[in-house]
């Protein structure tokens, strides 16, 4: 073989030939003369550090057994060119021999370079690499949705743009470097990936697979591609994804976490990269955890449909807005639910009332979705409708009264078969495995007890023989119920009441004077309202109730009540606060609705005392004892108020100076509003008057007004009733003015110094006693004469005339002289006495004073 540059017969070397070279030597010339039985050869340094590739089967005696290394191919040009360059400058005789020596002293450096390149690549490249993708990635999706619903999953389609954004990442070093190596690799590319996603907390259990296709992305700062590429998304086990929800609803899901783990196949241009397996470790904790998306009801209509089995049922049809913000699009094909309520207690299974179903809905990103459900309530379970252990309320006076007070009433979907056949059958398997608690928020207006009023209120005082303080002692009331209901207007179904029942507190000026027990059940019955411009549907309720306790709880708000009441001079307004529940009537059968609180107002005019107006008459001696008069008299009075009362006792003291000097009995008396005549009442009494002298009595409550009721009399103690005092006169006089009328008429007789006076007894079935008189008459205050007469005579009932009695003239007074020029005629004297008054047992001394009689004078 002929000289190549990788052979040359330049000069040889000064250096002394070592072993190795010798060697080399012998290897170069075997190359050209293959003698395998020369086992020495000389060599000099220009022998080729790396023989051609045809040189290779060259054995070495030393490294006759050991492997030989490959050669890089990189190395072997680098070398070529090297020993070239050496040929060709060891051929010129008049360069100096240390020339000779810098392509070795070139190769070396280029060869620590390379070792300190590969040295920065291999072990401290990738940290770098990684920590430079983590933060100049940046992802952005801008669309998912769901290309079809398969047998086995879903085929999702997702958007998205990547970018490399160098500055993102905070270290320079890092950052250069890693635009520098992104420059050079400039594209990668990952084959078909296989995702698969399980949690750590739930035995490592699968919930979802993903295939995801090849993906080539731009790595250059600055570069962005589109994404676009459809996945196949595979649900995994059901268990697992029905555990993680069951927590999530029982509160139990504090933090998740979620470990993914893919295979991915990875190349940038023509080099592999390899396989990389990658495991990221996700933990959501407190508000990172995805809820379930807020919504509104639209609307709601429930109307009443008549079912395949000839019976009524309920349907309702509901259209949500749910708030969607994800860059979500899909169709969800038709779905078919369960709705189900809450037991007893939460531990209890729920109770099915209802089936529901979803039409095929588009769901388009960031943007409501806007769901329309019908469902159809059958009949309600009995499990609905028994009381729970060891209360009086049932699961649907639950459901209702949370509904009813605003608060969320909870229900729970589950998923249950679809309306389509070509809804695949692992999503209704999903759904059937998941029940999801739905807040449903109370939609019924605040004002839904809309009037609530008692009408043709009776009130019935307790009898002589109630104990204070206990039941039998509280008033009682009957009253007619009305309260006005309103039905929102998405209830379009008959209703019907046929029970009501109440509890209502009574408050005066925000205070509360007591409250009505109405809880037991009343017979009631419902008239429907239909809406109109100004007032929308509602329901009149009308109940009568029948002796129904009044509890007075505050007796200073009471008197505060009476006070205004009698003596006020506005209108007294109470207000009613009334918690009813209404027994209502549907297709689905009778249950309790509690329809909560209402307001209502009542009351009177005030000043009602004035216009009472007692007056008594027909007075009737019943007994008589030593210094007191039983009498009974009938009273007119009117009762101003709209309210009627039935009182079986009541006793009321009869005042005079503020001492008692008798009291009043009744019993048994029925009151009505307006004119009330002809009250029996019974009275005993001292009197001190027999005429119409311008004295006044009082009437006034105590303790034992009401015996059952001692708080009401001394409440009512604090009001005084003053009135005139009765006129002793006959009933049937039906002559004018206030003057008395017991001395009708007088004769005087002026020879017989006697008179005779004609007198009308008050009492219509009693004789009455005169025992004792002394009388003094006069004229314009002149005395005209004086009687003293101890000697007893009667005065039946009626008219009747005394026994001529001796009259003492006061002569030469202007009095006397007047009564002689009246003679033939008449003159009007006064008259002032003291009379002994005998009546039964009783006999009294009083004082009369009378004025305006007519004296007739006679000889």
């Known amino acids: 073989m002929t000289d190549t540059p990788w052979g040359s017969t330049a000069t040889p070397s000064p250096r002394p030939a070592s072993t190795r070279s010798a060697q080399s030597a012998k290897s170069s010339r075997s190359a050209r003369d293959p003698r395998p039985d020369d086992d020495e050869h000389d060599a000099s340094e220009n022998t080729p550090l790396l023989a051609r590739e045809d040189n290779n089967n060259v054995d070495d005696d030393d490294d006759d057994t050991a492997p030989r290394p490959s050669r890089s191919q990189a190395a072997f040009s680098l070398l070529s060119c090297l020993r070239r360059d050496s040929a060709s400058n060891a051929s010129s005789s008049d360069v100096p021999k240390k020339a000779h020596r810098w392509p070795s002293l070139m190769a070396l450096s280029i060869l620590c370079v390379a070792v300190i390149l590969i040295m920065i690549l291999g072990f401290f490249a990738p940290a770098a690499v990684e920590e430079y993708a983590n933060e100049a990635i940046d992802f952005q999706p801008t669309g998912l949705s769901f290309e079809s619903v398969k047998s086995d999953g879903v085929s999702v389609r997702i958007r998205a743009d990547f970018t490399m954004d160098a500055s993102r990442v905070h270290k320079k070093s890092v950052r250069d470097f890693g635009r520098f190596g992104t420059w050079i690799a400039k594209e990668v590319e990952s084959g078909e990936s296989h995702v698969e996603v ?76 390899g396989t990389q397996i990658i495991e990221e470790i996700m933990e959501f904790e407190g508000n990172s955890i995805p809820s379930l998306p807020a919504y509104r009801i639209a609307k709601l209509n429930v109307h009443e449909v008549d079912l395949p089995d000839a019976h009524k049922g309920l349907e309702a049809n509901v259209s949500l807005v749910v708030n969607n913000e994800y860059p979500l699009q899909l169709t969800v094909p038709p779905l078919g639910f369960g709705i189900l309520v809450g037991g007893c207690l939460p531990s209890d299974p729920y109770i099915m009332v209802a089936d529901a179903t979803t039409q095929e809905l588009p769901i388009e990103p960031f943007t409501d979705v806007h769901l329309n459900a019908a469902g159809w309530v059958r009949r309600l379970p009995d499990a609905l409708m028994v009381a729970c252990p060891g209360s009086k309320q049932t699961p649907l006076d639950m459901l209702l009264g949370d509904f009813i007070h605003g608060r969320d009433a909870y229900i729970y979907v589950r998923g249950s078969d ?121 329901l009149l309720v009308e109940a009568v109730v029948k002796e129904a306790p009044l509890n007075i709880t505050d007796q200073a708000v009471f008197s505060e009540v009476v006070q205004a009441l009698l003596f006020g001079s506005k209108s007294l307004n109470l207000s009613v606060k009334a918690e009813v529940d209404v027994e209502m009537v549907t297709s689905l059968g009778t249950f309790k609705v509690p329809i909560g609180s209402g307001k209502g107002s009542g009351g009177g005019k005030g000043e009602m005392f004035k216009r ?89 409550t105590h303790k034992d007004t009401i015996p059952s009721q001692p708080a009401l009399g001394e409440v009512l103690s604090r009001l005084k009733m003053n009135l ?55 004229y314009h205050d002149e005395p005209v004469g004086h009687i003293m007469y101890d000697l007893p005579f009667a005065i039946p009932p009626g008219l009747s005339q005394t026994p001529r009695l001796p009259v003492d003239w006061s002569l030469g007074s202007v009095g006397y002289e007047a009564v002689k020029k009246a003679l033939g005629g008449e003159l009007k004297l006064n008259a002032s006495a003291t009379v002994g008054i005998k009546l039964g047992k009783w006999e009294e001394r009083v004082w009369f004073v009378g004025g305006g009689i007519g004296a007739h004078v006679r000889l």
């Open 198 to 273: 399980v949690l750590p907390d739930y035995s490592d259990k699968v919930v979802g697979s993903a295939v995801i296709p090849p993906i080539k992305v731009n790595l250059r700062n600055g570069h962005t591609t589109h994404i676009d590429i459809v996945a196949d998304l595979h649900p995994g086990e059901f268990s697992s994804i029905r555990d993680i929800a069951n927590d999530w609803m029982k509160g139990r899901l504090g933090k998740l976490k979620v470990k993914g783990k893919a295979h991915v196949p990875l190349k940038s241009g023509i080099f592999p990269l």
């Open 418 to 538: 679809s309306p389509s056949v070509d809804t695949p059958k692992w999503l209704t398997d999903l759904m059937s495995d998941i029940t999801v608690p739905v807040p449903f928020p109370g939609r019924l207006p605040e004002n839904l007890l809309k009037n609530f009023s008692l009408t043709d209120v009776h009130f019935h005082l307790p009898g002589f023989f109630a104990e204070p303080d206990s039941p039998e002692a509280q008033p009682r009331i009957d009253a007619k119920i009305k309260a006005l209901v309103g039905l929102p207007e998405e209830i379009n179904f008959p209703v019907d009441v046929d029970r009501v029942r109440a509890d209502a507190n009574i408050y005066y000026h925000g205070k509360k004077l007591g409250s009505l027990d109405l809880h037991k059940w009343q017979p009631a019955n419902a008239t429907r309202i239909d809406s109109n411009d100004e007032d929308k549907a509602g």
């Open 612 to 700: 009472v107006a007692p007056k008594f008459g027909n007075l009737k001696i019943l007994e008589t004892g030593d210094s007191s008069i039983k009498f009974r008299a009938e009273v007119n009075f009117t009762n101003p108020t709209n309210y009627s009362a039935t009182v079986p006792y009541a006793n009321i003291n009869i005042l005079t100076n503020d001492t008692a000097m008798g009291h009043v009995t009744a019993e048994n008396l029925t009151v009505v509003p307006g004119n009330n005549t002809g009250i029996v009442v019974e009275a005993l009494w001292d009197p001190l008057k027999m005429s119409g002298f311008n004295t006044s009595l009082s009437l006034q």
């Open 724 to 778: 005139p005092t009765p006129k002793l006169r006959h009933g049937d006089d039906d002559e004018g003015g206030d003057k008395p009328h017991f001395i009708k008429d007088a004769t005087m007789h002026l020879i017989t110094s006697t008179a005779i006076f004609t007198l009308s007894s008050p009492l219509r079935e009693s004789t009455l006693y005169i025992t004792y008189l002394n009388a003094t008459a006069r």
